[in-house]
């Protein structure tokens, strides 16, 4: 489903099947649906803990940079609210590590940024 907002861009709605969605703390559209998680412990975003998803909607991705996080050399592209412009995360576009591989494509989104609907935990 998609809704309209009042800045006029579209929004992916995530249905009611899922209730328990992560939804940008300034804006509120949603973000992923939980079973869409991959990780919720573990991962360190610069403003704290992160969750790892698979995918994520309502969201922007910026260009792919190289980064050193605490797991190693990266490619990561910025991800921001499409309704804000807030960066939430980011984008693994490539590990350079074959530990780390299983990361690419997915999505980190710091919890600083999330309202977890209906006490999703």
Not at 49 to 70: D, I
Request: hydrophobic share 35%.
């Amino acid at each position: 489903m998609v809704k309209m907002t009042k800045s006029k861009t579209f929004q992916a709605y995530l249905p009611n099947c899922h209730p328990h969605v992560p939804a940008v703390s300034t804006a509120e559209p949603h973000l992923a649906n939980p079973d869409e998680l991959i990780l919720q412990v573990s991962f360190q975003g610069s403003q704290g803990r992160a969750y790892l998803f698979n995918s994520v909607v309502n969201v922007g991705c910026g260009p792919a940079e190289e980064r050193v996080l605490l797991t190693g050399l990266h490619a990561v592209a910025d991800i921001y609210c499409e309704n804000c412009k807030t960066t939430l995360g980011w984008k693994y576009e490539h590990a350079f590590e074959s530990s780390q591989k299983y990361k690419e494509g997915k999505f980190i989104i710091e919890l600083a940024h999330m309202i977890k609907d209906n006490g999703w935990e």
